[in-house]
Nanobody, 125 residues
Framework: QVQLVESGGGLVQPGGSLRLSCAASGFTLDYYAIGWFRQAPGKEREGVSCISSSDGSTYYADSVKGRFTISRDNTKNTMYLQMNSLKPDDTAVYYC??????????????????WGQGTQVTVSS
């Protein structure tokens, strides 16, 4: 059964940190471009970060650059998003994805990829 199961979301104060995890089962992440996306209430889903399947290059949205770090652990078949210096406008539901969609400076939403169930991140004082 192909699944991406997310965890690690929650409530954090501005300036705090969270690490999101996304565990894959039923397939191997090695062969996929992986990414993190988020959607705030009333807004469209947007790309946060991704890792290219071709050369392992990482890309970040300007809004999170320098604060977030995407990574994968192939031994655990799991991907992560480390989020530091969180701001209230980071509040959103975060989704992980694995796909064959090209990952580049423009983080394209993978219309034909696998998706996690989403995890809520709330940044508030």
């Amino acid at each position: 059964q192909v699944q991406l199961v997310e965890s690690g979301g929650g409530l954090v104060q501005p300036g705090g940190s969270l690490r999101l995890s996304c565990a894959a089962s039923g397939f191997t992440l090695d062969y996929y471009a992986i990414g993190w996306f988020r959607q705030a209430p009333g807004k469209e889903r947007e790309g946060v970060s991704c890792i290219s399947s071709s050369d392992g290059s990482t890309y970040y949205a300007d809004s999170v650059k320098g604060r977030f770090t995407i990574s994968r652990d192939n031994t655990k078949n799991t991907m992560y998003l480390q989020m530091n210096s969180l701001k209230p406008d980071d509040t959103a539901v975060y989704y992980c994805s694995a796909s064959h969609t090209r990952c580049g400076p423009t983080i394209v939403i993978p219309y034909h990829g696998y998706w996690g169930q989403g995890t809520q991140v709330t940044v508030s004082s």
